[in-house]
């Protein structure tokens, strides 16, 4: 799309982190007091800035609705965004995130959930002849910039919760010792210059995906310009926006695997490539060729799950920390192995993955 | 009193000459090329005739015992903010002559140099920089046209690209020789340009000339080119580089052709350009066969199928006002490549009324065709050279931070080996045996010190290119390409901002 005006002319906070992960392959329901508890071993790691959650398998009675996680300063602000689902989709329940007042947590914006399906063909007011998933993204987009509310969890049977504060109180606040899930994600965040907005909180999520991230992204400003031309507008001002974005067009509209999609993240370098047997040398200098503006170059640790899998990904040279863990079932991605050895003291195996190289835990089924 | 012409006692430069240094060697006579040092008899000494000497610094630089110094002609008029001394040499040229006023090189006026505006960013803390000694900086660039996607096979062996790409060249700089032309520089240094090329691994232009037979070994890093004077295209021409380049426009002269003055044909231009010898060789200033865009759209495709589609097809425009608009349909046309020439390019003769005055800065026409291309979503189709008074690595890199895939450079390339951009290219008289094929002063230049020299600078600056990109922390050019992130401008208006895509520095 055209770029909109003074599009280069944006802020973007600068943040240092801490990233928790962990799945149960066998989809064995963890307790949200454990990645709570993980992120606490890192409390240092962030500044009270933002912290945030993702869990898998939360909605198991809804698991075949989009759960829309609403957030907004107004009521009004949130009545207009209700106007605008109502119009987008069926709305089968409606109802505020359940929260607890914390001390620690001020100001904190109305939070609101709606579980929905998609209107189909000619019942859409607009994008009639999209697919299912184009379309719920579009409507997502067309919220967060029409309306004061801004859409920050929208997938089926997952749901983020995050906001300004340190990670354990954002989870007092939304009450997460009462989720259950599968796999859950967790993220501290230390950013160095903050609009103070709940949105920017990590994780960041569309659809099913959601993602945290320890890094900064220098390859941003690219970044962000190639998704402008793929109809991805950024307006989070953050980073990490932009490999949400490119799982989305990398994975659901290119079809490429996570795998490739971890490539395009951090492909090997040149030295690599040329010595691969020809075919592998053909294929990486295509990726690298087409998917270069898509490279994300700087330090980072990602923490990324679809629902089926948990992908931890270290930039190409191992600018972030970024370990891993077995535990019978359990498989723990982390920053620190303290914050793993304190939820989990048994470990089967530990390790640092290599610089680029993605490590993909799937469900079992 | 004898009568001198007005314009004789208007000259630029005078010659000081140490006469306790000097000793008469004579050096200086035979290095000039234009006559300004002679041997006087009566006197038994050297003296010069000042209004002869037109800067270059040939004699100063051989003159063993130091004795010479070129000087700018101090003498003043009247001081007037309207009437700048040039202005008012020029008229006393032309009443005298009657003529177009030519020059050789870029543009020396002073229109705003946006580089030196734009500033650019380093790691602090939050992210750290990399040192390109310890770890990989990659600054490999492939020039030609890209799908928007891929697909691929996962075999147990890894991954295979199933999506047919289409040729590119690869550069292991982003940085290649621009088109100079076999006539406009003489023979020695178009070895140069291809062996420095391929001893780099990136890419020299031949220019509108033609190819010499014996260069036909360095064609896989030569772009041919092909201009509206046609000179030395034919079909192994065509099939002799990695590129074939369109010249539709000159960043120093849009809108005109050239001219190489028959003086400079000698057997070996004549074989190469296809003219006879002595006889003029003209380049019309369109195309004349192309009128319009859906002309040069066949054009591209007619020099595709000569060439089997096995390379990329690239067009050259100069930076005009509607830039943006044109390389969109260069783009849409089936360009493979689109090249934009700045106004402070090079030229080896142009009408300095042109040179100064028709076109737009690099810069400028830079961001707003990278722009466009991107709005349009076809940035994908086609990559983009940017040329036109590429100074030192910086320029460079803020080139591909703005969008530029690469960089050709020419004046940059002849300053390596000795240019001392004196502007009188058009003469055929270089004393430093480059824009001239007269023999006794193209064997100033040796092809192999020629190329060694350039080659060393695309190196210098390739070392600089990966400190400034480790600085910014990043490791890889496809990262910095289009980041325009990571400039920051000062002294600009917001309009200027806006067409740059930069935010004002301190934000
Ligand atoms: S080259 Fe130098 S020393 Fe020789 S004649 Fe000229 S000025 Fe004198
Ligand atoms: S190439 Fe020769 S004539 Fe042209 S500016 Fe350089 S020194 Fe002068």
Known sequence: ?365 | MAFAPINKNYHDFFVVRDKDACINCQVCVRQCSYGVHFWDEARQCVRHDNTKCIGCHRCEALCPTQALLIQEKPSNFKANALWRPVFIKNIYKQADTGGVLLSGMGSPADIPVYWDNLLLDASQVTNPSIDPLREPMELRTFLGSKPTRLEFEETPEGPRVKTKLKPNIALNFPIMFSAMSFGSINFNLHIAMARAASELGTYYNTGEGGLHQSLYKYGKNTIVQVASGRFGVHRDYLNAGAAIEIKIGQGAKPGIGGHLPGEKINAKVSETRMVPIGSDAISPAPHHDIYSIEDLHQLIYALKEASEYKVPVSVKIAAVHNVAAIASGVVRAGADIVAIDGMRGGTGAAPAMIRDNVGIPIELALASVDQRLRDEGIRNNASIVAAGGTRCSADVVKAIALGADAVYIGTAALLAVGCTLCARCYTGKCPWGIATNDPYLAKRQNPDIAAKKMANLMKAWAHEIEEMLGGMGLNSIESLRGNRDKLRAVGLNQIELDTLGVKAAGR
């Not at chain 1, 939070?111 to 184009?134: C, H, I, M, Y």
């Not at chain 1, 354990?168 to 259950?180: G, H, N, P, S």
């Not at chain 1, 310009?225 to 990490?240: Q, S």
Request: charged share 25%.
């Open chain 1, 1 to 365: 799309m055209k770029a909109p005006e003074r599009y280069y002319d944006f802020q973007k906070d600068i943040s240092g982190c801490g990233v928790f992960g962990v799945i149960n392959t066998k989809r064995e329901l963890i307790p949200g007091s454990m990645p709570i508890q993980a992120m606490c071993t890192m409390h240092d790691r962030g500044n009270g800035l933002g912290g945030g959650f993702a869990a898998y398998g939360i909605y198991p009675d809804h698991a075949d609705k989009y759960a829309f996680h609403i957030m907004c300063e107004t009521q009004e602000g949130l009545d207009s965004a209700e106007e605008l689902i109502k119009k987008f989709f069926v709305i089968h329940e409606s109802q505020p995130i359940p929260t607890k007042p914390t001390l620690a947590i001020k100001n904190p914006p109305i939070v609101w959930r709606f579980f929905l399906s998609a209107k189909q063909g000619g019942d859409r007011p607009k994008w009639r002849t999209n697919d299912e998933k184009d379309y719920v993204v579009n409507v997502i987009m067309h919220i967060n910039k029409k309306t004061p509310a801004f859409v920050f969890s929208s997938g089926k049977n997952m749901g983020a919760f995050k906001g300004v504060g340190f990670p354990e109180d954002i989870a007092e606040f939304f009450r997460l010792d009462e989720y259950q899930g599968y796999i859950w994600t967790g993220h501290n965040r230390f950013p160095t210059n903050t609009p103070g907005w709940w949105g920017g909180a990590h994780p960041f999520t569309l659809l099913d995906w959601s993602i945290v991230h320890n890094g900064e992204i220098s390859s941003y400003g690219i970044n962000r310009r190639y998704l402008c031309e793929h109809d991805y507008e950024c307006t989070l001002m953050t980073d990490t926006e932009v490999v949400a974005y490119e799982i989305d067009m990398l994975i659901r509209k290119h079809g490429l695997s996570l795998r490739m999609a971890s490539w395009v993240f951090a492909p090997p370098f040149w030295d690599e490539i040329d010595r691969m047997p020809e075919e592998q040398r053909k294929a990486f200098e295509a990726l690298r060729m087409v998917y270069g503006p898509a490279l994300l170059n700087g330090p980072f640790a990602i923490l990324v799950s679809d629902g089926t899998c948990l992908m931890g990904l270290n930039d190409r040279i191992k600018l972030r920390p970024l370990i891993v863990a077995e535990s019978g079932s359990n498989v723990f991605m982390s920053s620190e192995e303290s914050s793993i050895r304190d939820v989990c003291r048994e470990l089967d195996t530990v390790w640092a993955p290599k610089a680029g190289e993605p490590v993909i835990v799937k469900l079992e089924d």
